[in-house]
């Protein structure tokens, strides 16, 4: 093996998953099996695939899917969730797994990602999540406004809002996991936000007694127009040409 963990072949060596520690139970409960399900789809397929890297393999309890479980302390009851560009089901998955009382999207273009989301939703059973394939400036119209968007490791703040926040609901909210620089990127993005008719903005950290260091939550909330003047007139726009050509989003099925 060389410096960068390769093998004579020039391949990336897997690692092998470890088992899910103490914290993992307290987080997960009885979810647990299908947790452990989950994160062993994603250190073989999801590694075979290139969702993940195998470098991540190690980590994946503690950066991953402990990292994105701790979302549900701020997510409030019986809502409606949009993931977008979930990726390998991060943090949509976790969340889903502790939370039935609610209902997700994993919204994600790629269609070897969406395969693998589609796979993982049938796999669990999980009936309240459904995977579409677009982008959310493909999809809004067309996809009902949620009351709550998520997103990890997507895109700088700015940016990301721009594609989640139209896709709420009056009164949503957008929970973006971040980094160390949350409350830096969040004093940049400001402005932004506010054309985005985002009213209230905080960074909250969660996961006490789950994960150290705890996850960073940039939390952005909007009032009556979820994108602004513009996004409301592209959206009613959307929902129109929808309703008259009988267009849907690509994407798979629930499960029943």
């Known amino acids: 093996m060389n410096d960068r963990g390769e093998g ?9 998953l470890p088992p899910p520690p103490e914290a993992a139970l307290k987080a ?13 789809l994603l250190a073989d397929a999801g590694v075979r695939r290139g969702l993940i890297g195998p ?14 479980v701790v979302l549900s302390e701020v997510v409030p009851e019986g809502v409606t969730v949009c ?32 395969t693998f989301l589609q796979e993982v939703v049938e796999l669990l059973g999980l009936d309240h999540v459904t995977v579409v ?26 940016r990301l809002a721009g594609w989640g926040v139209p896709l709420l609901r009056p009164y949503g909210e957008m929970l973006a996991l971040k980094g160390d620089t949350a409350e830096e990127e969040l004093r940049g993005a400001r402005d932004a936000l506010h054309k985005l008719g985002v009213v209230d903005t905080a960074v909250e950290h969660v996961g ?24 409301a007139a592209k959206r009613a726009k959307a929902a129109k040409a929808a309703r008259a050509g009988g267009r849907a989003p690509r994407g798979g099925r629930r499960r029943r």
Do not use: M
């Not at 939370?99 to 919204?107: A, N, V």
């Not at 999809?139 to 997103?151: D, E, I, N, Q």
């Open 8 to 16: 004579p072949d020039g391949q990336e060596e897997g690692a092998a």
């Open 55 to 68: 470098r991540e393999v190690p980590r994946l309890w503690e950066r991953h899917l402990l990292n994105c």
């Open 83 to 114: 993931d977008v560009g979930s990726g390998a089901g991060l943090p949509g998955v976790p969340l889903a797994l502790v939370r039935p009382d609610l209902k997700i999207t994993l919204l994600e273009p790629l269609l070897r990602r969406t």
């Open 133 to 158: 394939r677009g982008r959310a400036e493909e999809v809004l119209g067309t996809l009902p406004p949620v009351h709550v968007v998520t997103a990890r490791a997507v895109a700088p703040l700015d």
């Open 208 to 231: 006490e007694g789950v994960v150290d260091p705890l996850s960073t939550v940039v939390r952005a909330r909007v009032g009556e127009s979820p994108g602004g003047v513009r996004f």
């Open 28 to 40: 997960f409960g009885e979810s647990l099996p299908d947790v452990v399900r989950y994160a062993e």
